[in-house]
């Protein structure tokens, strides 16, 4: 039961170009919404959050957008960087039990010179 | 550092041995939580522990897995009697206490476990 979706396992974009990854939740509880970034063999790092009150969040060349009614979320990076290839995970939250987070499966981001 | 330590960063394990890993939270922080990562898959939640406490122990298998985040030192996750499907990248987090409902986990490197 895969309650977090990101179906695109891969995506390649140009350097100075718009990124965008989305992500597919189907549980109507989760209320907060995480992007982390992977490089190989180390840990996720967190880049932005979103709570279900919101629709837009941004920080600097990240914006995560939220559309609640079709349990969507994005997250655009512009411009690109060759320092975000990387694996980017969506993560959801219900805050009303116990802090766990729901991964999704991963977007491998190739931005490429 | 003061970021959420982990180690052994590899590990190696025949079938049937016990695998212990350990984590140290950030400062200041006292909230707890394992993950697992099988090849190609996102994490998994295991469990969610604060001091001297699980919390939430429900993405933890039945048998031969546990953990605990003592009132002192690191919090271990224990797996006893290993099978080569426990082979996976178990990574730890931590996140502060008192900052509401909405608080960001963060994470350490990660213990790649690998079972002969």
């Known amino acids: 039961d895969q309650q977090v979706k990101q179906n695109s396992p891969s995506l390649s974009v140009q350097e100075g170009r718009i990124s965008i990854l989305n992500c597919d939740y189907t549980?109507?509880?989760?209320?907060?919404f995480l992007w982390y970034k992977k490089y190989p063999a180390e840990g996720p790092t967190f880049l932005i959050s979103?709570?279900?009150?919101?629709d837009k969040n941004e920080d600097g060349r990240f914006t995560v957008f939220l559309n609640k009614s079709a349990k969507h979320l994005s997250l655009h990076i512009v411009p690109s960087q060759p320092g975000d290839s990387a694996v980017y995970f969506c993560?959801?939250?219900?805050?009303?039990?116990?802090?766990?987070?729901?991964f999704g499966t991963g977007t491998r981001l190739q931005v490429t010179l | 550092n003061a970021g959420v330590m982990q180690n052994p960063r590899h590990l190696v394990r025949r079938r049937g041995q016990e695998a212990r890993l350990r984590c140290s939270p950030m400062?200041?922080?006292?909230?707890v939580y394992w993950y697992r990562q099988l090849p190609e898959e996102g994490l998994k939640f295991m469990v969610y522990?604060?001091?001297?406490?699980?919390?939430?122990e429900s993405g933890m298998p039945k048998e031969r897995f546990s953990a605990e985040f003592p009132k002192e030192g690191p919090s271990i996750l224990r797996i006893q009697q290993v099978v080569r499907g426990d082979s996976a990248a178990y990574f730890c987090?931590?996140?502060?206490?008192?900052?509401?409902?909405?608080?960001?986990?963060?994470f350490g490197p990660g213990t790649r476990l690998t079972v002969l």
């Open positions: 987090a931590s996140s502060p206490p008192g900052l509401g409902n909405y608080n960001e986990q963060f």
């Open positions: 549980n109507s509880m989760f209320d907060y």
């Open positions: 979103i709570s279900s009150i919101k």
């Open positions: 993560a959801a939250e219900n805050t009303g039990t116990a802090s766990k987070l729901t």
């Open positions: 400062k200041g922080h006292s909230h």
């Open positions: 522990l604060q001091k001297e406490n699980i919390i939430d």
